[in-house]
């Protein structure tokens, strides 16, 4: 069964300290995998898209890696306003076309 | 400013009573979809349209309807059948995923709490 994993389920870090937020996945052949921060109160905010092992994507303070089992997002000196939950999700091929799966959330408390 | 509109954001109603969310989205995007959140749980995906006049259930549809009479809009009623309505409901659109890109953008999203 396809399943997608999010690791912790929450993290609180000073200001400064920098983490990783772990999203490991089991699906039949991966399409993409993608994150998204949510705040409190609003929808999913499109953060990256990774297609294949290897590859990296960074915007700010944020840097998404993939590997053929997980997938990481590197948080490099946070700031409080990266306080959020991150969603990973992933498209698996031999599902609908578009279909994604969601984990649970990673909800990340930066402390100043 | 393209973007994904849902209405209202609160939404309250009794129980036995349907009600209707709407989405509406002027990114010229293809597929529409509709999720419910819930406390602890991740994403599930209800309903879902990749082109007019066409739709899919997807993993909890039971309780729930769409129509896709036009591109730009989806709306969800959520009938008086669905057992444990009370959640918070998004909708989300893509461009149509056989260009090679997958990623969905979604909604602010609306709040319904049935009592």
Known sequence: EDQVTQSPEALRLQEGESSSLNCSYTVSGLRGLFWYRQDPGKGPEFLFTLYSAGEEKEKERLKATLTKKESFLHITAPKPEDSATYLCAVCNYGGATNKLIFGTGTLLAVQP | ?115
Not at chain 2, 24 to 41: C, F, I, S, T, V
Not at chain 2, 48 to 75: H, L, M, T
Not at chain 2, 81 to 96: E, R, V
Request: aromatic share 14%; charged share 20%; proline share 4%.
């Open chain 2, 1 to 115: 400013d393209g973007g994904i509109t849902q209405s209202p954001k609160y939404l309250f109603r009794k129980e036995g009573q349907n009600v209707t969310l709407s989405c509406e989205q002027n990114l010229n995007h293809d597929a529409m979809y509709w999720y419910r959140q819930d406390p602890g749980q991740g994403l599930r995906l209800i309903y879902y349209s990749q082109i007019v006049n066409d739709f899919q259930k997807g993993d909890i549809a039971e309780g729930y309807s769409v129509s896709r009479e036009k591109k730009e809009s989806f709306p969800l009623t959520v009938t008086s059948a669905q057992k444990n309505p009370t959640a918070f409901y998004l909708c989300a659109s893509s461009i149509d995923g056989d260009r090679g890109t997958y990623e969905q953008y979604f909604g602010p999203g609306t709040r319904l709490t049935v009592t």
